[in-house]
C-alpha cells in the first residue's frame, strides 16, 4: 500500500457542484495533513492545513480521521477556477518528510 | 510571509552544458529546502533533500553527482544540473519548510522550466 493514495480523477463537476475527495494514509504516527492546490504548469500552493477538530475557510472544509487514517477535502459552490490538481500531503513528526499524493484532478465546467 | 522565489524561471540550453538554479526564502530561514521534478502530466518526485551546511540527502534513483545541492545559507540552496541532456528536460520545484500558523509546513518556489535541446 502506498503511503499517501488518492483517486488520480479527473472529477468533472458542473459549476455550483459540491464535491468531496479524500486521501488515505498508511502511517498511524503521521502528525501533520495538508491540501495544496496545484495548477497546470505552476508550482503547488498551500490550499489548508487539516486539524483534528477539522477546518473550513470558506467554501473549502477539510477533515481527518485518524482512526481510518484519512483525510478529506469539501469544495462547495465549486467555481470554474476551482479546477485544478489537489495534493494530499502527510508528514510525520519532527524530522520527518513529507509525503505527497499523487493528487487529484479536478474538472469544472459551465 | 514564507515567499519562496526561484531563478531564473525558464532556461534554455544546450546537451551537454550545466545549469543552475536558485532557491531563496525571502523572509523567513529555511534549515531545509526541498528539490523537486516533474514531467508533464505527472505527480512531483522528490529529488534531494538540501540541508543548510551539511550534505544533501539523495532519493533513490537521483545521480548525486548529476544533480549538485549546494545549502550554503539559511536563505539560499542552489541545485546544478551537469552535463545536462533532453531527458533531463524537466520542471525543477524547490520548496522550503516554514510555518502555517504553528504547523511546520512546505513552501514552494514558482519553478524553474528546463529545456535541453
Known amino acids: 500500500r502506498k503511503e499517501v493514495e488518492q483517486d488520480p480523477g479527473p472529477f468533472n463537476v458542473p459549476e455550483g457542484a459540491t464535491v468531496a475527495f479524500n486521501c488515505t494514509y498508511n502511517?498511524?504516527?503521521?502528525?501533520?495533513f495538508f491540501w495544496y492546490r496545484q495548477d497546470c504548469r505552476k508550482e503547488p500552493k498551500l490550499l489548508m492545513s487539516?486539524?483534528?477538530s477539522g477546518n473550513e475557510d470558506g467554501r473549502f472544509t477539510a477533515q481527518l480521521n485518524r482512526a481510518s487514517q484519512y483525510i478529506s477535502l469539501l469544495i462547495r459552490d465549486s467555481k470554474l477556477s476551482d479546477s485544478a490538481t489537489y495534493l494530499c500531503v502527510v508528514k510525520g513528526g519532527q524530522g520527518f518528510s513529507f509525503i505527497f499524493g499523487k493528487g487529484t484532478r479536478l474538472l469544472v465546467k459551465p | 510571509g514564507a515567499v519562496v522565489s526561484q531563478h531564473p524561471s525558464r532556461v534554455i540550453c544546450k546537451s551537454g552544458t550545466s545549469v543552475k538554479i536558485e532557491c531563496r526564502s525571502l523572509?523567513?530561514?529555511?534549515?531545509?529546502m526541498f528539490w523537486y521534478r516533474q514531467f508533464p502530466k505527472q505527480s512531483l518526485m522528490l529529488m534531494a533533500t538540501?540541508?543548510?551546511?551539511?550534505?544533501?540527502?539523495?532519493e533513490q534513483g537521483v545521480e548525486k553527482d548529476k544533480f549538485l545541492i549546494n545549502h550554503a545559507s539559511l536563505t539560499l540552496s542552489t541545485l546544478t544540473v551537469t552535463s545536462a541532456h533532453p531527458e533531463d528536460s524537466s520542471f525543477y520545484i524547490c520548496?522550503?519548510?516554514?510555518?502555517?500558523?504553528?504547523?511546520?509546513?512546505?513552501?514552494f518556489g514558482p519553478g524553474t522550466r528546463l529545456t535541453v535541446l
Open positions: 502511517n498511524s504516527a503521521s502528525q501533520s
Open positions: 523572509d523567513f530561514q529555511a534549515t531545509t
Open positions: 487539516v486539524y483534528s
Open positions: 520548496s522550503a519548510n516554514g510555518l502555517a500558523g504553528s504547523t511546520d509546513t512546505q513552501y
Open positions: 538540501s540541508n543548510e551546511g551539511s550534505k544533501a540527502t539523495y
